[in-house]
């Protein structure tokens, strides 16, 4: 894997898992370390979600080649897939991962 490869996934990790802490309810004590390895594993549990709906295509743009207005309905499955190993993850930790009082 070279750099640039593993920096997207990194970003898009942090991307993906700030977009899925911000969607469920309540406090999640989370670092930004384990934000980016929620967000790569919800994109990854999205990823899987979609190939079995929809099958395993990849996004192509007329010219047949990846285009960024053609991600967006990854994207989104992403931030599902986040929320739902979030979600997971709060059920199975209960209160040491979520906080559900308000300050």
Request: glycine residues 18%; neutral net charge.
């Amino acid at each position: 894997m070279t750099l640039g490869i593993i920096l997207g996934w990194i970003v898009a990790g942090l991307i993906v898992g700030g977009l899925a802490r911000f969607i469920v309810p309540g406090r999640q004590h989370m670092n930004i370390g384990m934000t980016i390895v929620l967000g790569i594993v919800g994109a990854l549990v999205g990823g899987l979600i979609s190939s079995m709906l929809f099958g395993p295509n990849l996004m192509t743009d007329g010219t047949g080649t990846y285009a960024v207005e053609t991600a967006w309905p990854g994207w989104i499955m992403a931030v599902v897939g986040g929320i739902l190993v979030l979600l997971v993850v709060s059920a199975v930790l209960g209160n040491r991962t979520t906080d559900n009082r308000l300050p």
